[in-house]
T-cell receptor, first 113, second 115 residues
Framework: EAQVTQNPRYLITVTGKKLTVTCSQN?????MSWYRQDPGLGLRQIYY???????DKGDVPEGYKVSRKEKRNFPLILESPSPNQTSLYFC????????????FGPGTRLTVL | AQKITQTQPGMFVQEKEAVTLDCTYD???????LFWYKQPSSGEMIFLIY??????QNATEGRYSLNFQKARKSANLVISASQLGDSAMYFC????????????FGKGTSLLVTP
């Protein structure tokens, strides 16, 4: 089944404790991205990657890191999480050519105390 | 500046009726795509429909249609024959093809379908 998977789905952590949210897709998509969703703000892009070893900042990259060592994986790293990073996070992927929908993962609900 | 504007924070519609969810966008890029996603209470993002800026015809997918008015920069979603399962948040999004391919999302419209 074609899908984007994220782990963990739910996470409660404390300020300053490094964490990684994994994202994997099995569709051989070139393009992957991370979004955060906050009430009343819609979804905002954190980082995106056009292909392996190619990443770039989105609209709200502060406090986050990403890497793209393999085509299928695009982990989101919070080196020192803070309470303002409490949010619902989505990973998404799509083919590199235009006019294609983005496939979203199921979301990761993160709470930073 | 907000690139996608959804002016209706919440809407009600009666089952079996049609409903229009508004979306206006702002871009100077001649090549772009417009998307609608549904987010039920379970949280996942479900793709509904896509319209390309060069498409001549309005997109349709089953009970969903996109009323694309390019000159007005609007891309309203029309849901015909509403069902209780249509109750969800709906997001309009735009991809500008000369700006890194990110999706810019609106703030969403919460739709409640009543019996």
């Amino acid at each position: 089944e074609a899908q984007v998977t994220q782990n963990p789905r739910y996470l409660i952590t404390v300020t300053g404790k490094k964490l990684t949210v994994t994202c994997s897709q099995n569709m051989n998509h070139e393009y992957m991205s991370w979004y955060r969703q906050d009430p009343g703000l819609g979804l905002r892009q954190i980082y995106y990657s056009m292909n392996v070893e190619v990443t770039d900042k989105g609209d709200v990259p502060e406090g986050y890191k990403v890497s793209r060592k393999e085509k299928r994986n695009f982990p989101l790293i919070l080196e020192s999480p803070s309470p303002n990073q409490t949010s619902l996070y989505f990973c998404a992927s799509r083919r590199g050519d235009l006019y294609n929908e983005q496939f979203f993962g199921p979301g990761t609900r993160l709470t930073v105390l | 500046a907000q690139k996608i504007t959804q002016t209706q924070p919440g809407m009600f519609v009666q089952e079996k009726e049609a409903v229009t969810l508004d979306c206006t966008y702002d871009t100077s890029d001649p090549s772009y795509g417009l998307f609608w996603y549904k987010q039920p209470s379970s949280g996942e993002m479900i793709f509904l429909i896509y319209q390309g800026s060069y498409d001549q015809q309005n997109a349709t997918e089953g009970r969903y249609s996109l009323n694309f008015q390019k000159a007005r920069k609007s891309a309203n979603l029309v849901i015909s024959a509403s069902q209780l399962g249509d109750s969800a948040m709906y997001f309009c999004a735009m991809r500008e093809d000369n700006s890194g391919y990110a999706l810019n999302f609106g703030k969403g419209t919460s739709l409640l379908v009543t019996p």
